[in-house]
Structures are given as C-alpha cells and as structure tokens.
C-alpha cells in the first residue's frame, strides 16, 4: 500500500509558477514510479509528468516540456512539481499517482498506476 498527499495548488496569475508536492508514505519511496495528471472540467484526466523509479529519467506531455520539472527526494519521500510559465489552460485538479517498478515506457498510462492521491486544484487566470 502507499499512501499519498498532495500540496501547493492555489491560484496564479499567467507566467506565474508554482510547486506540488506529494508525500508519499506506506512504500520503499526510491523503487515507485511517481506520476501527475491533470484533470480539467469536463476532459479526461492526463498525464503530466513523471519521475521514474530507475536511473533517475523522467517523462513529459508535449503541453508542459520546458515550462514543468518534476523532480523527486527520496530522502523525504516526496515527489514535486515545479510548474513555470503557468497558463491559464494549465488549470485543473492535479494528481499525483504511485507505481512501483513502473517502466519508463509507461509513465503515461493512466491505468498502469495502483495508488492515487486526492488531488490539488490549480487555477490560473490571464
């Protein structure tokens, strides 16, 4: 089992930045692959990002490359998100999801992912 709660949604103004968080707990932190995704009202939830567990890679959506960076500490078993250039169009729920052994090839296949966080509601306004 792992647990995981997410942080550090909130409201931004466009071109502003801003950090998620998950902490995740229940779990060896450094051998599951962390993903993120999104979900907008009324679209299906996406993949974002993810740091996977082996050799360090991480994967991204077209949408986000060079404005997003997922990053992970192994140490504090957490995860981030550090969001840049935020536009208005980045507005959803954010969840971070937990795999373990997960392969790189996979990082943005919803249903390869067991354990999901509640979600952190970010909103950016133009």
């Known amino acids: 089992q792992v647990q995981l709660v997410e942080s550090g949604g909130g409201l931004a103004l466009a071109g502003d930045s801003l950090r998620l968080s998950c902490a995740a707990s229940g779990r060896t932190f450094s051998t599951v692959t962390m993903g993120w995704f999104r979900q907008a009202p009324g679209k299906e939830r996406e993949a974002v990002a993810a740091?996977?567990?082996?050799?360090?890679?991480?994967g991204y959506a077209d949408s986000v490359k060079g404005r997003f960076t997922v990053s992970r500490d192994n140490a504090k078993n957490t995860v981030y998100l550090q969001m840049n250039s935020l536009k208005p169009e980045d507005t959803a729920v954010y969840y971070c999801a937990a795999q373990p052994f997960l392969d790189g090839s996979m990082w943005y296949k919803r249903n390869k992912y067991t354990y999901w966080g509640q979600g952190t509601q970010v909103t950016v306004s133009s």
């Open positions: 740091s996977i567990w082996s050799g360090g890679s991480a």
